[in-house]
């Protein structure tokens, strides 16, 4: 990545800041505060892709369209009815699969993808072994499609290291991580702990993805 200009600069230091609000409104139960802030720090990543010139490369078009629908996952995911909480996987599953897309007009070095396929079927089958019996029926399909994208997302990450760098696979990881602290708070353990890990390491990725599109400019 190219170092950051004032306006990007300026743009992840709201983040960060709507980030610290989200946290504290968490933390404080508000729920006023996490619709007001949430929305906010997810509109800022947004912008961050924006101004990074996400619009000039087909990479960055793709990783902005991943951005958008994490946006409306993000919001979907604020109400409580399990119904929004389906409609917000299946947006982040499309945000996936915009990051593949993206990654995929990447040169792909094999041995780091193979590395990074058999490290996410490890991780992938010990999850759903994990989360599998807190799962609804209803809702086993959903979550292993939901694995499925990411884990395939976070491989063809690891495939690109030489061409986008290692900030990109961190970024990927970072994502993979945060959707654990999703699940356990949605079907293992709710905790407040959940979102104060879960989050800053899901915006951080997003933020890494956003500034990740400066360095394409066709």
Same mark, same amino acid.
């Given at each position: 990545?190219?170092?950051?200009?004032?306006?990007?600069?300026?743009?992840?230091?709201?983040?960060?800041?709507?980030?610290?609000?989200?946290?504290? !409104?968490?933390?404080?139960?508000?729920?006023?505060?996490?619709?007001? =802030?949430?929305?906010?720090?997810?509109?800022?990543?947004? @912008?961050?892709?924006?101004? =990074?010139?996400? @619009?000039?490369?087909?990479?960055?078009?793709?990783?902005?369209?991943?951005?958008? +629908?994490?946006w409306l996952g993000d919001v979907f995911l604020i109400p409580k009815p399990r119904v929004y909480f389906?409609?917000?996987?299946?947006?982040?599953?499309?945000?996936?699969?915009?990051?593949?897309?993206?990654? +995929?007009?990447?040169?792909?070095?094999?041995?780091?993808?193979?590395?990074?396929?058999?490290?996410?079927?490890?991780?992938?089958?010990?999850?759903?072994?994990?989360?599998?019996?807190?799962?609804?029926?209803?809702?086993?399909?959903?979550?292993?499609?939901?694995? +499925?994208? /990411?884990?395939?997302?976070?491989?063809?990450?690891?495939?690109?290291?030489? !061409?986008?760098?290692?900030?990109?696979? /961190? $970024? =990927?990881?970072?994502?993979?991580?945060?959707? /654990?602290?999703?699940?356990?708070?949605?079907? @293992?353990?709710?905790?407040? $702990?959940?979102?104060?890990?879960?989050?800053?390491l899901y915006y951080g990725a997003q933020t890494i993805f956003a500034l990740s599109t400066q360095a394409?400019v066709s």
């Amino acid at each position: 990545m190219n170092s950051l200009d004032p306006s990007l600069a300026l743009s992840v230091l709201c983040l960060a800041s709507a980030v610290a609000m989200l946290l504290w !409104a968490e933390m404080k139960g508000s729920r006023l505060g996490i619709w007001l =802030a949430k929305p906010l720090a997810s509109s800022l990543f947004i @912008v961050t892709a924006l101004l =990074a010139g996400a @619009v000039d490369s087909s990479y960055g078009q793709l990783i902005l369209l991943g951005l958008c +629908l994490s946006w409306l996952g993000d919001v979907f995911l604020i109400p409580k009815p399990r119904v929004y909480f389906i409609v917000g996987l299946g947006s982040f599953l499309l945000a996936h699969l915009a990051y593949v897309g993206a990654f +995929l007009l990447q040169p792909l070095s094999v041995a780091p993808l193979a590395l990074s396929a058999m490290a996410m079927l490890v991780v992938a089958v010990f999850v759903l072994r994990w989360l599998w019996l807190n799962l609804t029926p209803g809702l086993r399909p959903a979550v292993v499609a939901y694995l +499925l994208a /990411i884990s395939l997302m976070v491989a063809l990450a690891g495939g690109t290291i030489v !061409a986008t760098g290692l900030h990109v696979v /961190i $970024a =990927a990881v970072m994502f993979a991580v945060s959707d /654990i602290f999703v699940a356990r708070e949605k079907f @293992v353990s709710p905790n407040v $702990a959940n979102r104060f890990w879960g989050l800053p390491l899901y915006y951080g990725a997003q933020t890494i993805f956003a500034l990740s599109t400066q360095a394409h400019v066709s």
